[in-house]
């Protein structure tokens, strides 16, 4: 049974590029989060995808925009690249996005800007 | 808003009990417990639910009191494999995202 995967495992850019990160989550899951992890901080959420519509957005600036497939995976697109964007990017997934159920986080990609 | 957690870190020898505590100032539906081994993905170790009991995972056990939006998170006889770093993540009413603590560094020695 195949976990959250994520692709690429590290991506290095440089400022004002674009970068797209993709998830593939759980076998059985239709609900994907993304979370950005700077070092020696907890994940803070992103965005999260359900029915390929966005439903609940964090503090995040327009820069950072998402997308969900009819399979339920999903892809985060990052534009006009800061240095702060460096991090740990996870995507996590769950099923329907209800409270009583575990999120399933991946290996993340870590990104980096020079 | 993002939840508080004390303390921010914390040495054992094997066989020695901690507590991880958990608090938000807002009201609570949720809160979800992980673990984060160094370069790895954090593990979900449990939930508890406004109005749940408390859970248990192996010797780790949480509690989630709700009058006082805090939730505290045990380690009891802890072994090595417990060192890591435990995040609370917190799910306010009618709201579907975690909001995530700064972590608490948990070092278990020999």
């Known amino acids: 049974d195949a976990g959250v995967t994520q692709s690429p495992t590290h991506l290095i850019k440089t400022r004002g590029q674009q970068v797209t990160l993709r998830c593939s989550p759980k076998s059985g899951h239709d609900t994907v989060s993304w979370y950005q992890q700077a070092l020696g901080q907890g994940p803070q959420f992103i965005f999260q995808y359900y029915e390929e519509e966005e439903r609940q957005r964090g503090n995040f600036p327009d820069r950072f925009s998402g997308h969900q497939f009819p399979n339920y995976s999903s892809e985060l697109n990052v534009n006009a690249l800061l240095l702060g964007d460096s991090a740990l990017y996870l995507c996590?997934?769950?099923?329907?996005?209800?409270?009583?159920?575990?999120?399933?986080f991946g290996d993340g990609t870590r990104l980096s800007i020079l | 808003q993002q939840p508080v957690q004390s303390p921010q870190a914390v040495i054992l020898r094997e066989g020695e009990d901690a507590v991880i505590n958990c608090s938000s100032s807002?009201?609570?539906?949720?809160v979800h417990w992980y673990r984060q081994k160094h370069g790895e993905a954090p593990v979900f170790l449990m939930i508890l639910l406004k109005g749940g009991e408390q859970k248990g995972h192996e010797k780790i056990s949480a509690s989630f009191n709700e009058k006082k939006q805090q939730s505290s998170l045990y380690l009891t006889a802890s072994q090595l494999s417990y060192s890591g770093t435990y995040f609370c993540g917190t799910e306010l009413v009618n709201d579907y995202k975690l909001s995530f603590g700064a972590g608490t560094t948990v070092t278990v020695r020999a």
């Open positions: 996590a997934s769950s099923s329907q996005g209800l409270s009583n159920q575990p999120q399933h």
């Open positions: 807002k009201a609570l539906y949720s």
